[in-house]
Every structure is written in structure tokens, then in C-alpha cells.
């Protein structure tokens, strides 16, 4: 993640923003019985620090820490956007485990958010936060899924040998494109279990993966939600299960974004909420009814890029 936002513009990738929005409205509605603006945001803002401006605006969140493995100090100063934020120059192990004071009584939200493919340091860190984050906290994981793209009487050898004790129970014939974000669920879901294993008596707590997508802007992601807990969850999830992407289950939802012009978007927003997929497609004929479909699902998260000159 070292100075990711050079290869990226993190501003303009229309299935990150249908997430982020996605990922805003959960947590309004997610009930933990605190207000979410009294948590506290860690994440990895690059210089852009699109998603701390939406949350800072949107979640009104005011406890901010950046964590950024870059020599460019000045450039993610200068363009840090609010003074809630907390910027440490170094590498997310080392601000998980040592540049950053968690407390018992205080809850995080925590998106770990790699551009690069999915790795053991990964896991590394999301043990760490795991074993650091307090009840009623949030851990997000997103990463590229394109790890280890050999051919598949290769993969397992490789996968023992990066994920070890981590990796469940597998056979070669197990092992394609397809299978892998069921397995990278699996290697998680044994990691954080350790990591929570190991808390003190007094700290016991469970975790839920509550979200799960795949999406492409370029390279294949996976994101990842969990909530740790030490009561009953359902009526919480009963509150956003209608939201995409929300999920108990360990096979990822797929988060495609149709394509459409800003004309077509308002004839079809003319009709929303409340007309039926028929109506729309009778509507408009020339349009995909799929395209539509997906739309319709996500319509309220979808991104409005506007070109307009900027002076200083």
C-alpha cells in the first residue's frame, strides 16, 4: 500500500464509490447502541482521502487516523483535508500494534483497504486489529483477488506455503479463479478466530461477517465486513439485510455497475421507487433488462461524476 494513490485515482472508480456509500449506509443502520459518529475511523486515506471525507461528512465521524506507508510526508499533508485527522507515516503491523492506543471501552471502525493481491502480511494485520478492537467494532478487509494466477496443479503448493496453518483443508482439484474468494472467506474466518481466541477472559467476544462482495474497477476485489460482538446480532442485521451486499453467508455478492448515460439514468430514476422491472423495461426497450435490474439495486449509491473547472 506504499503510495498506492499513484497508480489510482481513488476519486474515480464507480464500484469503490457505490461501496463506500454502501458501507455509510449500513453503518447508520446497523444498531450497536452507540451512534456511529462517536467511533473512531482508521483506514487508508492515500493523498486523495475519499473515503475520510465521506465518512467525516456523511457519519459524521471526528476521530480519524490515516495510515500511510509513504516517504511523501509533505504531499499527504498538504492535501489532508480536515483537521480530525490523524496522519502516521508508517506501515499498518506497525500502527496496529504499537502507533495506535485502543481501549476497551472505545469503539473503531477499521477499514483495511489493500489495492495490492491478497498476502500473508495481510493476514498479519487483520490478526492484530482483530486482537486489538474492542466489542461493537467494525473490520472491513478489501483486497485484490488475483493472487497466485499460475496454473491450478501449482496453486496449492504455493497457497501452504504463503497462508499455512491459516489455509483449510484443500485439494488441488478444489483450487480455480472461481473457488479462490470462498478461500481467502475461509483463511480470514481462521484468522480472526485465532486472533479473538487468544483475548483475555474478561474481553471474550465473537465476530460476524455480516458483508461480502467482489467487484471490478480494473482488478478483481473482495471486501470483506465484520462486527464483534458479545450478544445477539440478528435484530442488527434484520435492520440491513436488504442493503447489497449484506450477507451471512461465505460466498461473495457480486457488485456490478451498468453503464448508462446521464439521460438514461434520469428516465429511469422518473420511475423509482415504486415502478415494477417490467414497467421500466416496457419503458425503456432499448435498455438491458439485466442492466436495469442491477440499477434498480443500487441506484441510491450510484456515483454522479461531474467535469467542471476548478479555480483557484
Not at 486515506?45 to 487516523?65: A, C, P, Q, V
Not at 439485510?241 to 453503464?259: A, F, R, S
Amino acid at each position: 500500500m506504499s503510495d498506492s494513490g499513484r497508480k489510482i485515482d481513488y476519486t474515480l472508480r464507480p464500484a469503490k464509490c457505490v461501496e463506500r456509500k454502501i458501507i455509510c449506509e449500513l453503518l447508520t443502520k446497523f444498531n450497536t447502541g452507540f451512534p456511529i459518529d462517536t467511533y473512531r475511523y482508521i483506514g487508508f486515506g492515500s493523498f486523495y482521502f475519499t473515503d475520510f471525507i465521506l465518512f467525516h461528512n456523511y457519519l459524521r465521524i471526528e476521530k480519524m487516523i490515516s495510515i500511510e506507508k509513504s516517504t511523501e510526508e509533505e504531499r499527504y499533508k498538504f492535501n489532508k483535508p480536515y483537521k480530525c485527522i490523524d496522519i502516521l507515516f508508517c506501515d499498518a503491523l506497525d500502527a496496529l500494534n504499537r502507533r495506535i492506543e485502543f481501549n476497551a471501552h472505545d469503539s473503531d471502525f477499521i477499514w483495511l483497504d489493500y489495492d495490492d493481491s491478497f498476502c500473508m502480511d495481510m493476514v498479519t494485520d487483520i490478526i492484530t486489529a482483530s486482537q486489538k478492537i474492542s466489542k461493537t467494532s467494525f473490520l472491513f478487509i478489501s483486497f485484490n483477488t488475483s493472487i497466485l494466477s499460475r496454473n491450478n496443479e501449482e496453486r496449492l503448493p504455493a497457497l501452504r506455503k504463503e497462508f499455512k496453518e491459516y489455509l483449510p483443508s484443500l485439494k488441488e482439484k478444489d483450487i480455480d479463479n472461481e473457488s479462490l474468494p470462498n478461500i481467502i472467506y475461509k483463511i480470514i474466518q481462521n484468522a480472526i478466530q485465532k486472533a479473538i481466541s487468544s483475548k483475555p477472559l474478561d474481553n471474550k467476544m465473537a465476530s460476524t461477517s455480516f458483508f461480502f462482495i467482489k467487484y471490478r474497477d480494473g482488478a478483481p476485489m473482495l471486501t470483506l465486513g465484520y462486527y464483534f460482538h458479545d450478544s445477539d446480532i440478528k435484530p442488527a442485521i434484520e435492520a440491513i439485510e436488504h442493503l447489497p451486499g449484506v450477507t451471512l453467508g461465505d460466498v461473495p455478492i457480486n457488485l456490478k455497475i451498468p453503464c448508462f448515460t446521464k439521460a438514461e439514468i434520469r428516465e429511469i430514476n422518473k420511475m423509482l421507487p415504486g415502478s415494477s422491472l417490467d414497467d421500466i423495461c416496457s419503458a425503456i426497450p432499448y435498455l438491458k433488462r439485466s442492466d436495469i435490474e442491477k440499477y434498480i439495486n443500487l441506484y441510491k449509491f450510484y456515483p454522479n461524476y461531474v467535469d467542471a473547472m476548478f479555480y483557484t
